[in-house]
């Protein structure tokens, strides 16, 4: 029996759904570890689900891409109760309500990225009811995801790592001032980390001067959803931190302390430097970002002959699946060193 309350609003409807949400919400942070921001984004999802489970005429009135969100959640809050359709539980739904949603997110010019993302989280959520035995059957079994083609990320040679790090390096002509060399030694220091340890930049500016082990060349980093892991540096990096240390105010907390409200480097002081390298380098800005020189790290880890297992744990992925972007990476190169350097591609037109 189908869950129908013609008369009830966009705010009571939503509250019913939280409840049904909530114990899913505590299972993605307590048992998968996720983070906030990330439980938040499951959360806008089943928002924009529920909207349309709420009333799909009002869904396919006023719901598209990019909307205004302030104006999506106006449009929800004042639609007459004549626009309400189904109202339905998200425990009483079928497969059915679900592919016709999936249809009119697609009619509406919904990325695929976006569709898949979706997918994914009614997924994950049947599947927890299921196994917990609050509803007979997971809905989303006989649904297929939708296909996405993953786009191979841009990244650096290797021989443009050595040129950036070089740059870098070397003191300009004429000298320099403390000043300048505290600033280029900080710059040498997050970017000699940055590809040394494949670490993320939220993790490299609130990375604490306690958590570097010198000796064993490691540091502990805190990652997403509060998971701990541990990066490796090369001896050439070790020697660059323990060169800015020297320059560190005494009792330093962070390893990139600053006058920012969090007392730390921000992501985009760090994007600021690295794009200004770019620029004196000549080098196309789309390649030389933090992120970038994390994927350099695994793709030329990768190139060497590295594990992707442990690439992955070096990285802090969970899934491999979102490692193994980097051998489809590795792929295209061999197939286009291949051609360009096969004997037989001389014959090739």
């Known amino acids: 029996m189908m869950d129908k309350i ?9 509250s019913d759904q939280e409840l049904n949400l909530d114990m899913f919400f505590n299972y993605l942070s307590i048992e998968k570890g ?53 109202n339905q539980s998200l425990r009483e739904i079928t497969t059915e309500h679900i592919v016709s949603y999936l249809e009119e997110i697609t009619k509406k010019g919904f990325k695929k990225s976006t569709r898949s993302r979706i997918y994914s989280t009614l997924n994950q959520f049947y599947s927890y009811e299921k196994t917990k035995g609050r509803i007979a059957k997971n809905p989303m079994d006989t649904i297929g ?88 540096f090369t001896t050439s990096t070790t020697k660059v931190i323990e060169n800015w240390m020297s320059f560190l105010p005494s009792g330093s907390s962070y390893l990139f302390p600053s006058h920012s409200g969090d007392g730390h480097l921000t992501r985009d002081s760090v994007n600021k430097i690295l794009s200004i390298f770019a620029k ?20 030329h880890l990768l190139n060497r002959g590295a594990d992707i297992r442990v690439i992955q744990e070096l990285l802090g992925h969970s899934n491999i699946s979102t ?26 037109h």
């Open 145 to 232: 995801r939708p296909q996405i083609s993953r786009s191979l990320p841009k990244t650096l040679s290797e021989q443009e790592v050595d040129l950036l790090l070089n740059y870098i390096r070397i003191s300009p002509e004429g000298g320099e001032t403390d000043f300048q060399k505290k600033k280029r030694l900080r710059s040498l220091c997050l970017i000699e980390i940055l590809y040394s340890t494949g670490m993320r930049v939220s993790e490299l500016v609130n990375l604490k001067v306690r958590d570097i082990d010198i000796l064993k060349r490691t540091a502990r980093i805190i990652a997403k959803g509060d998971k701990e892991r541990k990066v490796y």
């Open 280 to 299: 004196n380098l000549g080098f196309d800005k789309k390649k030389l970002s933090p992120h970038k020189l994390r994927h350099a790290f695994a793709t």
């Open 34 to 86: 996720l983070s906030k921001n990330t439980i938040q984004s499951y959360k806008n999802d089943f928002k924009v689900f529920c909207s349309y489970l709420w009333s799909p005429k009002n869904f396919e009135e006023n719901i598209f891409p990019n909307s205004n969100k302030k104006k999506f959640y106006l449009i929800i809050k004042n639609a007459s109760s004549e626009n309400i359709i189904l």
């Open 323 to 348: 490692t193994e972007i980097y051998t489809h990476i590795l792929d295209s190169e061999l197939i286009s060193s291949v051609r360009s350097n096969h004997p037989l591609s001389k014959t090739e």
């Open 6 to 14: 013609n008369n009830r609003d966009w705010k009571g409807y939503w």
